[in-house]
């Protein structure tokens, strides 16, 4: 399984930016898929999560009003709609997936099996 992110960048505080995620070589459509994020000398945190159908979709409250997650699953591609970003935004912005067609996704890092490389991602002020 390879999971690929790609969309990072440098924009200016309120500006946008959309995230990319591929993922190949799962066995099913069955897969929750979810944002993390880790700023330096922070701990890794779940920006966002969607469940298998794209039915259903978590938020942390930083992001929430801000961020759009949705997938195409005939593209086995996640995105990451991000606006009115804020310096705090600032992080490598990592793309995790989890074998699931639960209801319900779970924005906790220890949920999924599979993670990419991670793509920057700088607002500046």
């Known amino acids: 399984v390879q999971v690929v992110e790609s969309g990072g960048g440098l924009v200016q505080a309120g500006g946008s930016l959309r995230l990319s995620c591929t993922a190949s070589?799962?066995?099913?459509?069955?897969?929750?898929m979810g944002w993390f994020r880790q700023a330096p000398g922070k701990e890794r945190e779940g920006v966002s999560c969607?469940?298998?159908?794209?039915?259903?979709?978590n938020y942390a409250d930083s992001v929430k009003g801000r961020f759009t997650i949705s997938r195409d699953n005939d593209n086995n591609t996640l995105y990451l709609e991000m606006t009115n970003l804020k310096p705090e935004d600032t992080a490598t912005y990592y793309c995790?997936?989890?074998?699931?067609?639960?209801?319900?996704?779970?924005?906790?890092?220890?949920?999924?099996?599979?993670w990419g490389q991670g793509t920057q991602v700088t607002v500046s002020s």
């Open positions: 070589g799962l066995t099913s459509d069955n897969y929750a």
């Open positions: 969607i469940n298998w159908s794209g039915g259903r979709a």
């Open positions: 995790a997936a989890a074998p699931s067609n639960g209801l319900e996704c779970d924005s906790e890092a220890d949920y999924y099996d599979y």
